[in-house]
C-alpha cells in the first residue's frame, strides 16, 4: 500500500511566523501535491510537483511556496503565516498518468492565530 | 468556477437502505471521474472510479453510473452500512493532473 506521511497531524502557530509542512511518500511517485479543504470549499490545490526541483502553481498558491528537492519529499512553506491560512492541509501523490488515483496523507490541521 | 459541483452537503439514509449521492460537471473535456471517501481527521481514500466509455462501474456495495450527455455521475451504495458515514468527494483529473474535487457530501447512516 502506498503510505504518504504527513510529519504533522496539528500544528498552532502565530501570525507571521514562517511554516513548513513536510510530506514523503514510499512509492516512488512521480506525482506530490498540496490542497487544502475548507468547509464548503472542497479541496483546493495549492501546488503540484511532477518530477524533482519541477513545480506548478494550483487554484490558489498565493502567500505559499513549495520545495521538492527529493522525489519522496514535497515541502508546503507559508512564508508569513496569516489567519486565513487556518486550514486542513492534505499531501497526496500519484503516478504519471493523468488519471491515476491521488493517494493521501492523513492531512496536518494548521491554525494560525 | 466549479467544474465539479455536488450540491447536495449532507444526506441522512437509514442502515440498509440505499444511498445515492451526486454530481454534475461542466467541462465536457473531463472522460475520467473519481469518488473519495473521508474519515474526520484522515486524508481522503480512493473509492471507485470510472471511466468516460462506459456508463457504471459496480464494486460490491459501490456502483457509479455515468450520464455523459447530463454531465452527472452518481454514486449508489447498497445496503448503506454506519461505517459508510463519511463525506464523499467525486473528482475529475485533467491532462497536467489536474485534479478538480466537488466541495463533498457528509452522508450519515443511521442505525
Known amino acids: 500500500d502506498v503510505k504518504v506521511t504527513q510529519s504533522s497531524r496539528y500544528l498552532v502557530k502565530r501570525t507571521g511566523e514562517k511554516v513548513f509542512l513536510e510530506c514523503v511518500q514510499d512509492m516512488d511517485h512521480e506525482n506530490m501535491f498540496w490542497y487544502r479543504q475548507d468547509p464548503g470549499l472542497g479541496l483546493r490545490l495549492i501546488y503540484f510537483s511532477y518530477d524533482v526541483k519541477m513545480k506548478e502553481k494550483g487554484d490558489i498558491p498565493e502567500g505559499y511556496s513549495v520545495s521538492r528537492e527529493k522525489k519522496e519529499r514535497f515541502s508546503l512553506i507559508l512564508e508569513s503565516a496569516s489567519t486565513n491560512q487556518t486550514s486542513m492541509y492534505l499531501c497526496?501523490?500519484?503516478?504519471?498518468?493523468?488519471?491515476?488515483?491521488?493517494?493521501f496523507g492523513n492531512g496536518t490541521r494548521l491554525t494560525v492565530t | 468556477d466549479q467544474q465539479v459541483k455536488q450540491n447536495s452537503p449532507s444526506l441522512s439514509v437509514q442502515e440498509g437502505r440505499i444511498s445515492i449521492l451526486n454530481c454534475d460537471y461542466t467541462?465536457?473535456?473531463?472522460?475520467?471521474f473519481l469518488w473519495y471517501k473521508k474519515y474526520p481527521a484522515e486524508g481522503p481514500t480512493f473509492l471507485i472510479s470510472i471511466s468516460s466509455i462506459k456508463d457504471k462501474n459496480e464494486d460490491g456495495r459501490f456502483t457509479v453510473f455515468l450520464n455523459k450527455s447530463a454531465k452527472h455521475l452518481s454514486l449508489h451504495i447498497v445496503p448503506s452500512q454506519p461505517g459508510d458515514s463519511a463525506v464523499y468527494f467525486c473528482a475529475a483529473p485533467l491532462t497536467g493532473n489536474q485534479f478538480y474535487f466537488g466541495t463533498g457530501t457528509s452522508l450519515t447512516v443511521i442505525p
Open positions: 497526496a501523490s500519484s503516478l504519471i498518468p493523468y488519471n491515476s488515483p491521488l493517494h
Open positions: 467541462n465536457s473535456m473531463f472522460d475520467y
